[in-house]
């Protein structure tokens, strides 16, 4: 399942909600930020004890990966959630939230190709929803404020 859209639309809730389902059906579950995941991974990697660290995201039968789209990626990082994604491709759930388009992703991981590589493998099976609209998080922030042409505009409240 991969959930896109702006910040504040409800795709973390969402993909809670599923990976709270799953474990109530008793599934394994794994969550976690793609930022921590690349960065465990690449220490992991340092340390050399890449391949018994990734285990710990294939082993899951759902694995949910979380803001997709607030960091760009290193060449290394890239290479390692591509190596994730193949192995867990056919084998588990995956569960993605990104506020970025798929035409964006090559950009993400600095590279096109392996970008098209992990897409071609994610999109496969997945159902993809796209939620359009305003955060959820913003709409008690948002007043209308009158413009000098009688027209109004939104904007942030401040709390003094």
Known sequence: MIFLGPPG???????LSLAESALNAGY?????TLT?????????????????????YIA??????????????????ANQLFD????????G???????????????????????TALLDRLLH???VLTINGKSYRMKDRMAAVPTKGGTTRAAILSVE
């Open 9 to 15: 639309v409800g795709k973390t809730h969402l993909a």
């Open 28 to 32: 394994s579950v794994f969550f976690s």
């Open 36 to 56: 921590d995941l690349v960065e465990d991974l690449e220490v992991a990697s340092q340390q050399h004890t890449l391949k018994a660290r990734l285990r710990r």
């Open 60 to 77: 899951p039968e759902v694995l949910v990966i979380d803001e997709i789209g607030y960091t760009n990626l290193s060449s290394l990082q």
């Open 84 to 91: 994730l994604v193949r192995e867990r491709y056919e084998q």
């Open 93 to 115: 759930a995956t569960i993605l939230t990104s506020n970025t388009s798929f035409a964006q992703w090559g950009k993400l991981m600095n590279d096109e190709v392996l970008a």
């Open 125 to 127: 099976h997945a159902e």
